[in-house]
């Protein structure tokens, strides 16, 4: 998934993305590419060129971290991507491991949450958990399965996403901030690989570097069936279990929007009565992602008790 010069990437990547007016640098328009040149960084970052240059071709392996503020503040950088650079440029920020599943505490706390949308998702953008509220959110989409996949491999994305480029610049710049914190993460090398090769459209923002962890923002769904949707989301970190976060989707109340997610509940109600009839067996987990005659088309969270058990069972 990376290269051998991760940091040479990046600062190639955030100086083609920085002009020459967002720099306070007199532009004269005659510029062969996009963005800064190499003697411009170096001139804010109060550097030589020469060792700039040998940083961006990794001659320069291990740069201080007066350096690195240095040049964060000459390619404008703010928090996240700032960070980024010291986790490239220092080895002080240690190798994280994330979880890949999710404690019966947190499904329980999810699965109470019965008037929103909420769900848990991994380093990679896999969903590993969901409510009934989420499942019947994402119903018009093929899987439920990677945030990932549905922006760029489904084509119902685009009817569902109201600004489908925003989502999907969001997306890849939360993706690289996962990877910043979890590098050499298995999953997040796995859908990097496969998008990079089926999505156009997503190895071109990968390649942009942008370091963007989504917290909260206010999104614009068009349900099939709902219609019209405007959302809060918060992102919230499950501290007990690195690399997942526990997303949610609220509406102010006595809106048109939480009218409209009551709407949603009522299907979501529906679909697990439907779901559980007599000749189902009722199943908290909600349906397998593996077995393709599930309609749901979506994953049972692996309880940590369960990987327990067949890891003794091996």
């Given amino acids: 998934m990376e290269s051998e010069n991760e940091l040479g990437d990046y600062l190639r990547a955030r100086r083609a993305a920085l002009s020459a007016a967002d720099a306070g640098l007199p532009d004269d328009g005659s510029r062969r590419v996009p963005g800064l040149r190499r003697d411009e960084v170096a001139l804010l970052a109060g550097m030589s060129t020469d060792y700039y240059i040998r940083l961006e071709q990794g001659r320069e392996r291990h740069p201080s971290e007066q350096v690195l503020r240095a040049i964060a503040g000459a390619l404008r950088l703010d928090e996240a991507g700032t960070t980024h650079l010291f986790r490239l440029g220092l080895s002080v920020f240690g190798k994280a491991t994330a979880v890949p599943t999710v404690a019966p ?15 848990v998702v991994g380093t990679g953008q896999d969903v590993l958990a969901a409510n ?13 399965d990677n945030l990932l996949r549905m922006i760029f491999l489904d084509p119902f994305a685009r009817q569902f996403y109201a600004d489908w480029d925003h989502a999907a610049r969001i997306a890849v710049g939360n993706l690289r901030a996962s990877s910043s914190q979890f590098p050499r993460d298995e999953r997040i090398e796995r859908i990097v690989g496969e998008l990079g090769v089926r999505s156009p459209a997503f190895a071109n923002l990968w390649a942009r570097y942008e370091v963007r962890p989504r917290t909260h923002e206010d999104k614009h769904f068009r349900h099939p069936r709902v219609g019209e949707l405007r959302l809060h989301f918060e992102a919230l970190a499950v501290t007990s279990a690195p690399g997942q976060h526990l997303s949610v989707y609220s509406a102010e109340p006595g809106s048109a929007d939480s009218d409209a997610l009551i709407l949603l509940r009522r299907l979501s109600e529906q679909a697990t009565e439907d779901a559980t009839g007599p000749d189902r067996v009722d199943d908290p987990d909600g349906p397998d992602l593996n077995n393709p005659g599930d309609p749901a088309g979506w994953e049972r969270p692996r309880r940590r008790e369960d990987v327990a058990r067949a890891d003794g069972d091996n």
Avoid: N, S, T
């Avoid at 009934?132 to 439920?144: K, V």
């Fill in 132 to 144: 009934a509220m989420a499942r019947e959110l994402y119903r018009g989409f093929a899987r439920y």
């Fill in 105 to 119: 505490e947190l499904l329980r706390l999810m699965d109470g949450m019965r008037e929103v949308p909420a769900f």
